[in-house]
């Protein structure tokens, strides 16, 4: 955790520039020391992509730009939402944070992660790559966060300790763990669960010690957290597509030189797409090996996907109005 006087010198120094630079004469290339937290563990994708721009950043500039990794959130105390809040307001420089996340700050969030909007990595590669990207990256700047580019945490797939869900009568009234946003809750709602928020870092023990049944998450969070050692059953069906957000303090951003800030957007971009290619790589070697664990996996048919697509409809006849038309119709259109 930051303390109190970090905290202002990061302030003092244009968040991260050291003071040295700030006095230094004559437009010469600031030093910049920098924290960036990522949700997951250093065994994730998430966190090699980060690597990968923290050491990009240092060899193009000879060190002057230095980026401290923090995984599972320790610079927001394993809170996700407290990570996204202190990137907008510049207490943390950079992270790699779910559109979930977001939520907090902006509900229109919400719309990427609509349910069984996208069926394949193509339609979602054609919308990020479009309209409905150029869109998110104009919401985050209202918060005050520049967008380097778009990861990907995946479509998230249901895990549970009590039976194999093949349809939402297979739900009903067991207690799953859900990112704290408020489609989500309605959404579990929906499908006749009993829908739990809490911070991710808490997800593993309260599954151990049975405080909750299940939880939803992409392939990639579920295997690098081990979350087969205390889930018995998966249920892959792609119900909701994750997009990450690599994100720096938009303030920070635009305090840089022009050269600075191109350095960042094309290496960002760099890391970004590094990361969505290397979770789509092994997600399959990922499931083999859940099974391999001795987890039981299940893919729904399509007239099982259709019942609970059919199901969870409320969710969009609540939310078009909260997300606006025109966002929707960007993430909708192919």
Not at 250 to 272: H, I, T, V
């Amino acid at each position: 955790m930051i303390g109190l006087s970090a905290m202002l010198l990061l302030g003092a120094c244009g968040g991260g520039a050291s003071s040295e630079d700030e006095a230094s004469a004559g437009g010469e290339a600031k030093n910049y020391d920098l924290k960036m937290s990522v949700t997951v563990a250093d065994s994730s994708t998430w966190y090699e992509a980060a690597e990968k721009l923290k050491n990009d950043l240092a060899e193009e500039t000879d060190g002057r730009i230095n980026i401290e990794l923090y995984a599972n959130e320790q610079l927001s105390g394993g809170d996700s939402g407290k990570a996204v809040e202190g990137l907008s307001k510049g207490t943390i420089d950079l992270t790699f944070n779910s559109t979930i996340i977001y939520s907090i700050l902006d509900d229109r969030f919400g719309v990427a992660s609509a349910p069984f909007l996208f069926s394949t990595h193509d339609e979602v590669d054609q919308v990020f790559d479009g309209e409905g990207g150029k869109m998110l990256k104009d919401i985050l700047a209202e918060k005050g966060v520049h967008a380097l580019g778009y990861g990907e945490n995946g479509f998230r797939q249901l895990t549970n300790s009590v039976k194999e869900v093949k349809g939402p009568e297979d739900l009903s009234g067991m207690k799953l763990r859900i990112p704290g946003i408020t489609m989500y809750t309605d959404l579990f709602r929906e499908l006749g669960t009993d829908p739990v928020t809490m911070t991710f870092s808490e997800v593993f023990t309260s599954l151990q010690q049975g405080t909750i049944d299940g939880q939803e998450n992409p392939v990639d969070v579920i295997y690098s957290s081990k979350l087969n050692e205390v889930q018995d059953y998966m249920t892959m069906w792609n119900y909701s597509y994750d997009p990450l957000v690599l994100g720096i303090n938009k303030k920070l951003y635009d305090s840089m030189s022009e050269e600075d800030q191109e350095l960042f957007d094309r290496l960002g971009k760099e890391a970004a797409e590094y990361q969505v290619k290397i979770a789509r790589e092994r997600e399959a070697e990922q499931i083999e090996e859940l099974k391999a664990a001795g987890m039981k996996l299940y893919e729904p048919t399509e007239e099982e996907i259709s019942a609970f697509r059919e199901t969870v409809q409320p969710v969009y006849e609540k939310y078009e109005d909260i997300w606006g038309a025109d966002l929707l119709k960007a993430f909708q259109e192919r």
